[in-house]
């Protein structure tokens, strides 16, 4: 069993930027596609990033492309999300999920692929 765990979230004026962090707790993410997701207040949760277990592929949601970056620690045991020029939009509880890849060339997207998923951390962009 896997449990992810969040850290990074916070405050921040528009056009700031925050790193959050996600790290397993019991095991390593060895063989564990990652991803982001985000959910606001009244809407569902929502993808953001995901990145394959490799490190070598990548892929954004379009309301984040060219702002946010994921990225793998070198053990490949953590995984961040660096998130630039931010906008009151990003508003959000952030989530890091995960689930097994053995190809590790594969990213995910939709929510219900993956299997694992930490308890979120607070991101408040102001205006």
């Known amino acids: 069993q896997v449990q992810v765990v969040e850290s990074g979230g916070g405050l921040v004026q528009a056009g700031g930027s925050l790193r959050l962090s996600c790290a397993a707790s019991?095991?390593?993410?060895?063989?564990?596609?990652m991803g982001w997701f985000r959910q606001a207040p009244g809407k569902e949760r929502e993808f953001v990033a995901a990145?394959?277990?490799?490190?070598?592929?990548?892929y954004y949601a379009d309301s984040v492309k060219g702002r946010f970056t994921i990225s793998r620690g070198n053990a490949k045991n953590t995984v961040s999300l660096q998130m630039n020029s931010l906008k009151p939009e990003d508003t959000a509880v952030y989530y890091c999920?995960?689930?097994?890849?053995?190809?590790?060339?594969?990213?995910?997207?939709?929510?219900?692929?993956?299997?694992?998923w930490g308890q979120g951390t607070q991101v408040t962009v102001s205006s």
């Open positions: 999920a995960g689930r097994l890849d053995v190809s590790g060339r594969n990213v995910y997207t939709v929510r219900g692929e993956y299997d694992y």
């Open positions: 019991g095991r390593t993410f060895s063989g564990y596609a």
């Open positions: 990145i394959s277990w490799s490190g070598d592929s990548t």
